[in-house]
């Protein structure tokens, strides 16, 4: 009986432990970062800035439009210099997401 409860507690541990894979860096408390997403060969300085938000509540409902299209189109831009991603999380209750395109 006890090796069963410690081997339970040993399979458990690793399904806290791993959790799922992110390709950019995730706080189960708290979440605020900017990353890139993309970059072309243009060269010299963006001219014009275009962003796109959209919000999430307890994980449960997102609403907006956070594509890079949205954001291009806000800003008025046709050729992309670099794309940014912003992300601002607090215990999953509430997220704000924010596509950020730099171009001409």
């Known amino acids: 009986m006890m090796r069963k409860v410690v081997l ?7 399904g ?13 408390a708290f ?5 890139p997403i993309h970059a072309t060969e243009l060269g010299g ?7 796109a938000e ?8 997102a609403t907006g439009d956070c594509s890079i299209e949205a954001a291009k189109q806000n800003g008025g831009i046709t050729k992309v210099h670099h794309i940014d ?7 999953g209750i509430i997220g704000k997401y ?4 730099y171009g001409e």
Do not use: M
């Not at 959209?54 to 409902?61: D, R």
């Open 31 to 35: 979440t605020d970062l900017t990353l």
């Open 85 to 91: 991603w912003k992300a601002h999380s607090i215990l």
């Open 16 to 28: 806290l432990l791993g959790g799922c894979a992110s390709n950019y860096p995730v706080g189960a």
């Open 98 to 101: 924010q596509v950020t395109v």
């Open 54 to 61: 959209c919000t999430s509540i307890l994980s449960l409902v």
């Open 8 to 14: 339970a507690g040993i399979i458990g541990s690793f």
């Open 45 to 51: 300085r963006p001219h014009q800035v275009g962003t």
